[in-house]
């Protein structure tokens, strides 16, 4: 299995041995160490120069440990008395003071025991949404990149077209995700839905703006319980010129809810079936809104898995047409909502292990307070998530 396939902290001694035995040679996104001992002013600009390349290029792999031969990795060696949290420590410190802006998502794995006394380590970096970063380090200050030979200082023109086309990245995500609400909001849908007030999640990979990105959507076909509408996990499916959607419906000409994963990796997921009238009011069904978002972001991250799509995501949440709406918490109402789509804010993922509760929590507090309250109810005062039925 590849290194990559796999949670950091799950990562165990089989995937170390598999780089050994497959040959995986260092590339864009791996490099190999032997040891790292960061005493010395070059052993930590080394290091901060790996760690920006990393994040300002694809993002990748550093794996202490290993020793390697014209880039091949060929022994398991090990650090030997290894402390594990001062290295981890030192490491942390180090990237948090003098690498610009900071990096966030930089993951250890647990130190893996090769021999008695001797471990291995990795440390993931991903690819950044606020790249590029420069190193800032006694007097050093330097970008970097990489490519298949490995890390390089940026020049000035290069520098230049990593703001630009950072810049150009957020740009064109907030413009995907317009053009995106416009349509559904204009009826053209992958399917089609009823009329009324809508709740739309996009999911959109930094990578899927890269030229040439074309992931083989159509495989999650054999994987379709990976890729769940919002409203259901009972679903049909078919192919369509931008990739694949599931529906469900309720054996009616319109469907309640779809998800459409693209063919550049990004998921959209559009419900109808989250509001209700009470006593004469248009209400949002926001505990059903909460409990569907959190039990299906991860089966969202695991269809990126298996098509080895890699985080950093931006994940957005809209709500359409719903100004006049209230939200009820047992009988209590504070306002009716007065904008009539709501854009959440943009938050990243980066971690396919994130807990979604916590990771959501900031974008359902938004949604409450539209209505008035000053945060999700279903939350307590300190943020721990209240079971909800």
Not at 106 to 128: C, D, G, M, T, W
Not at 322 to 330: A, N, S
């Amino acid at each position: 299995m590849s290194i990559s396939n796999k949670p950091v902290t799950e990562i165990k001694l089989a995937e170390f041995q598999d780089l050994i035995e497959n040959k995986v040679t260092e590339k864009k996104t791996i490099d190999y160490k032997l040891a790292f001992s960061g005493n010395s002013r070059d052993d930590k600009k080394e290091f901060l120069a790996d760690i920006s390349s990393f994040a300002n290029s694809s993002g990748g792999w550093i794996i202490y440990g290993i020793r390697e031969e014209q880039g091949v990795p060929v022994e398991l060696v090990g650090m030997e008395d290894f402390d594990y949290d001062g290295f981890k420590l030192r490491l942390e410190n180090l990237i948090r003071d003098c690498v610009k802006p900071r990096i966030s998502g930089v993951q250890f794995s647990e130190k893996i025991e090769v021999a008695p006394n001797r471990y291995l380590a990795a440390i993931h970096i991903p690819k950044s949404w606020a790249a590029p970063h420069v190193v800032d380090f006694d007097g050093h200050w330097k970008f970097y990149a990489r490519n298949s030979a490995g890390k390089y200082p940026l020049d000035v023109d290069e520098v230049r077209r990593a703001f630009a086309l950072s810049e150009t990245t957020g740009e064109k995500i907030r413009n995907f995700r317009l053009d995106r609400l416009a349509k559904i909001g204009a009826g053209e849908t992958p399917v089609p839905m009823p009329e009324g007030p809508k709740i739309v999640l996009h999911i959109v990979p930094l990578i899927s703006f890269e030229p040439g990105v074309n992931f083989d959507v159509i495989s999650l076909k054999s994987e379709i319980c990976n890729l769940p509408t919002l409203d259901s996990s009972n679903f049909n499916y078919f192919i369509n010129f931008d990739g694949l959607c599931t529906y469900y419906d309720t054996r009616s000409s319109q469907a309640i809810s779809y998800s459409q994963i693209f063919r550049s990796g990004i998921i959209e997921s559009v419900g109808t079936d989250n509001f209700f009238e009470n006593d004469g009011m248009n209400c949002i069904d926001i505990d059903r809104i909460e409990k569907m978002i959190i039990n299906n972001l991860s089966r969202y991250l695991r269809a990126f898995k298996c098509l080895d799509i890699e985080l950093p995501a931006i994940f957005m949440l809209s709500l359409l047409g719903i100004k006049g709406y209230v939200i009820i918490f047992g009988h209590d109402i504070k306002n009716l909502i007065n904008q009539n789509n709501l854009l959440l804010s943009e938050i990243m993922l980066s971690d396919i292990q994130t807990e979604p509760a916590i990771f959501l929590k900031p974008l359902f507090d938004q949604i409450w307070n539209a209505g008035g309250w000053s945060r999700s109810m279903n939350y307590d005062e300190n943020g721990n998530r209240k079971t909800i039925f």
